[in-house]
């Protein structure tokens, strides 16, 4: 897994990343009550903003860590955003998608690195 320094995690499935938040972000948040999805097929840019969280706590957006396409989205989180909280770093993942270089991942924190981000 690698990390971004906006509390992103992502895992390469395949020929695919998989993208959600930390539990350090989940945690930040505090009790998420709604997730807004990109649409499948959305060609991003790094930086873009395509994911909308919102929380008891605030509205956070989530961005495109990679340059790619949106492949897949987790439907899950419409009709239950309180697993963002449940399982950040597994069930909770927000989307999938078809990135046209893998090798950027390699700018991210691993592990450690983040460990030592968020003290």
Same mark, same amino acid.
């Given at each position: 897994?690698?990390? $971004? /320094?906006? =509390?992103e %995690?992502?895992?390469?499935e &395949?020929d +695919?990343?998989v993208v959600g938040i930390?539990? =350090?972000?989940a $945690?930040q948040l505090g009790d998420?009550v709604? *997730?807004? +999805?990109p649409?499948?097929?959305?060609? *991003?840019? $790094?930086g873009d ?5 919102e ?12 340059? &790619? ?10 009709d239950?955003? &309180? ?9 909770a %993942?927000f989307f999938?998608? /078809? *990135? #046209? #270089? +893998?090798s ?9 690195e ?6």
């Open positions: 897994m690698k990390f $971004t /320094k906006e =509390h %995690w992502l895992r390469v &395949g +695919l990343v930390t539990e =350090h972000a $945690t998420v709604f *997730v807004e +999805l649409e499948t097929e959305t060609m *991003v840019a $790094t903003e395509i994911v909308v969280i929380s008891v706590k605030a509205a956070s957006d989530i961005l495109a860590p990679l340059d &790619g396409e949106i492949v897949q989205v987790n439907a899950k989180l419409a239950n955003p &309180g697993l963002v909280n449940e399982d950040p770093m597994g069930a %993942w999938k998608m /078809k *990135v #046209d #270089d +893998l950027a991942m390699d700018d991210y924190m691993d592990e450690d983040y460990a030592d981000y968020i003290g």
